[in-house]
């Protein structure tokens, strides 16, 4: 038994059974708020905790997972590609809406933290939050952040981003699906990305473009703020 908690496959085969079991969830309950990413961190970390199994023996699968949010997120571009004829009549506005959804974001998490007291170790650690998961610990990890707390303020984004974007895309009363998808993918990444492929072909591939825009201006504002 020993064996297999600590061989690769258990930490997959846990991943995929808690993931799996959140989709059921949600479809049964039919709201966003059941959000399958959520149900399964939950139901991983009661699993570990019920039967005391080390974080290590876990993470040599999970580490195989994350290896994979690599090409999972290249793979979005195909949605890009789709929207190809829309991404060039709206360059500019794409540019400059990933440029200040980048700043807004980095500026409000620096604020934050000095407002809160948080060291700098803690304050690089969160200020790529709103950056895919592979891109946000790069920097946190070259700057001289912790990578598990980038890594949790990365899903914790990415899920809010999941959860509320339509309401907030109603609320504020964005009406141009490029808007939207610039929005999304710029605040949360790939997990508002999901949410956003199912608003509108058009908006999951602007917030796919931005993803990639986002992560690009938020390396260049976070050398800039490392001389600040």
Request: charged share 10%.
């Amino acid at each position: 038994m020993s064996d297999w908690l600590s061989s690769p496959f258990f930490g997959i085969s846990l991943s995929i059974a808690a993931y799996a079991i959140g989709v059921l969830i949600q479809n049964k309950l039919n709201t966003p708020f059941a959000n399958p990413l959520l149900i399964a961190i939950v139901l991983v970390i009661a699993f570990l905790s019920i039967f005391s199994i080390p974080y290590e023996d876990y993470n040599a699968g999970g580490q195989i997972i994350t290896m994979l949010l690599i090409p999972a997120t290249v793979v979005l571009s195909i949605s890009v590609y789709n929207r190809l004829d829309i991404l060039k009549k709206n360059w500019l506005p794409v540019i400059v809406g990933c440029l200040a959804g980048s700043v807004t974001s980095i500026i409000s998490v620096l604020l934050l933290c000095r407002m809160f007291g948080l060291d700098d170790t803690m304050t690089i650690s969160l200020l790529p939050k709103s950056v895919t998961t592979p891109i946000a610990v790069g920097l946190s990890e070259q700057y001289g952040g912790i990578a598990s707390v980038t890594v949790t303020s990365v899903i914790i984004t990415g899920i809010f981003g999941t959860v509320f974007a339509p309401q907030l895309i109603r609320l504020f009363r964005v009406k141009n699906a490029v808007a939207s998808g610039v929005a999304i993918g710029t605040c949360s990444h790939v997990g508002g990305t999901t949410r956003a492929i199912e608003i509108g072909e058009t908006q999951g591939a602007m917030s796919s473009l931005s993803i990639g825009i986002a992560g690009l201006l938020s390396t260049f504002i976070m050398v800039f703020i490392k001389f600040l």
